[in-house]
């Protein structure tokens, strides 16, 4: 079934009338856990009583709301700043992993077909590639046949955690990107275009012949977008395939993750996928209403434990169990009341 997140972000946004004797919770912030959220809010809502308003604004976003306590919780793909989580008296932890993929409109080009390296990609939004027939795009793709057509890149125009995401893997795969742009929310971009939201950039992309842009696995497979092979760390050319997200989150190392910021950027194995990234929440440690923030950790420590096949139904990743439990119990012994 095709899901429009457009119109999903219009849904979350939107104050609807609780159902009788249903509690509600408000969060913002990425876009790229909206879609799981959206579906854990709905099954939540018939098992616990909570109703889940989301507001899908991005990551800059979530963050600066949830510092100034306007909403129960953030959402940030992004790990904020250790200083600023101090400061902010939060409390971040991770609910699920997801994929950013990469998303193309080139005539004759079908799902898949398309073979990337990391460092050309890089080279694309540096706007030093400029044509899909490019000696060096043509030479990654023998036998496919390109056409002499611009290239149109496609980036956030907000603060954006699937932006974070993007370009610390384009820094990894490029030192040039790394010392000239590098990696943040909201970078200084050499070439293309803006759009908002994960949703922007799909409308844009399958809108604008010869576009390219990066999404979470999601958008891309509900909305039926062309995605591209990528080369990962190991030299080998993968599909986004969720067994491919899979390889590249088992290698994720929690154990020594400061705030759960775990990296599985340009993770090693053959068939790993390069850019998997968790999405954290940012849960205030003095909530003002400690009922309501009960209800925040008990509609996560549901969809920890009931919630994983409606991540997976959607190219999501659930964490490790012991991940789950480490963040139950940051949020026992960490969060008043």
Same mark, same amino acid.
């Given at each position: 079934?095709?899901?429009?997140?457009?119109?999903?972000?219009?849904?979350?946004?939107?104050?609807?009338?609780? !159902?009788?004797? $249903? =509690?509600?919770?408000?969060?913002?912030?990425?876009?790229?856990?909206?879609?799981?959220?959206?579906? &854990?809010?709905?099954?939540? *809502?018939?098992?616990?009583?909570?109703?889940?308003?989301?507001?899908?604004?991005?990551?800059?976003?979530?963050?600066?709301?949830?510092?100034?306590?306007? #909403?129960?919780?953030?959402?940030?793909?992004?790990?904020?700043? !250790?200083?600023?989580?101090?400061?902010?008296?939060?409390?971040? @932890?991770?609910?699920?992993?997801?994929? @950013?993929? #990469?998303?193309?409109?080139?005539?004759?080009?079908?799902?898949?077909?398309?073979?990337?390296?990391?460092?050309?990609? !890089?080279?694309?939004?540096?706007?030093?590639?400029?044509? &899909?027939?490019?000696?060096?795009?043509?030479?990654?793709?023998?036998?496919?046949?390109?056409?002499?057509?611009?290239?149109?890149?496609?980036?956030?125009?907000?603060?954006?955690?699937?932006?974070?995401?993007?370009?610390?893997?384009?820094?990894?795969?490029?030192?040039?990107?790394?010392?000239? @742009?590098?990696? !943040?929310?909201?970078?200084?971009?050499?070439?293309?275009?803006?759009?908002?939201?994960?949703?922007?950039?799909?409308?844009? #992309?399958?809108?604008? *012949?010869?576009?390219?842009? /990066?999404?979470?696995?999601?958008?891309?497979?509900?909305?039926?977008?062309?995605?591209?092979?990528?080369?990962?760390?190991?030299?080998?050319?993968?599909?986004?395939?969720?067994?491919?997200?899979?390889? $590249?989150?088992?290698?994720?190392?929690?154990?020594? $993750?400061?705030?759960?910021?775990?990296?599985?950027?340009? =993770?090693?194995?053959?068939?790993? &996928?390069?850019?998997?990234?968790?999405?954290?929440?940012?849960?205030?440690?003095?909530?003002?209403?400690?009922?309501?923030?009960?209800? @925040?950790? *008990?509609?996560?420590?549901?969809?920890?434990?009931?919630?994983?096949?409606?991540?997976?139904?959607?190219? /999501?990743?659930?964490?490790?169990?012991? #991940? =789950?439990? $480490?963040?139950?119990?940051? &949020?026992?012994?960490?969060?008043?009341?």
């Amino acid at each position: 079934m095709k899901i429009s997140f457009k119109a999903l972000a219009i849904t979350l946004v939107g104050f609807t009338p609780l !159902a009788a004797g $249903a =509690q509600q919770i408000t969060g913002a912030g990425a876009t790229f856990p909206a879609p799981v959220y959206a579906k &854990w809010g709905e099954a939540a *809502k018939a098992a616990l009583g909570i109703e889940l308003n989301y507001q899908a604004i991005g990551s800059g976003g979530g963050q600066n709301q949830i510092l100034n306590r306007t #909403v129960d919780f953030g959402a940030s793909d992004a790990p904020m700043d !250790a200083a600023k989580l101090e400061s902010g008296n939060l409390l971040q @932890v991770p609910t699920v992993m997801g994929a @950013v993929v #990469v998303i193309v409109n080139v005539p004759g080009v079908e799902m898949n077909q398309m073979k990337l390296p990391g460092e050309l990609v !890089a080279d694309i939004y540096a706007g030093k590639v400029s044509k &899909w027939n490019d000696p060096r795009i043509v030479e990654a793709n023998k036998g496919l046949t390109l056409p002499n057509l611009a290239i149109a890149p496609v980036y956030r125009a907000d603060g954006s955690g699937t932006t974070y995401v993007w370009t610390s893997y384009l820094s990894a795969v490029s030192p040039d990107w790394k010392s000239k @742009v590098g990696f !943040a929310t909201s970078v200084k971009w050499p070439a293309g275009a803006g759009a908002k939201g994960n949703d922007g950039i799909a409308a844009t #992309v399958r809108n604008t *012949k010869g576009a390219i842009g /990066y999404v979470e696995s999601a958008y891309a497979t509900q909305n039926k977008l062309i995605t591209t092979q990528l080369r990962n760390r190991a030299g080998f050319y993968v599909s986004p395939t969720p067994a491919a997200f899979v390889i $590249a989150a088992s290698n994720a190392n929690w154990r020594d $993750a400061k705030n759960f910021a775990a990296d599985m950027i340009d =993770q090693p194995g053959d068939k790993s &996928w390069p850019i998997v990234s968790a999405t954290f929440i940012l849960l205030p440690k003095d909530p003002k209403d400690p009922a309501r923030a009960a209800n @925040v950790t *008990k509609f996560f420590d549901w969809a920890y434990t009931n919630g994983g096949a409606i991540a997976t139904s959607l190219d /999501y990743i659930p964490l490790p169990e012991a #991940v =789950q439990n $480490a963040a139950r119990s940051a &949020w026992i012994a960490q969060i008043k009341g």
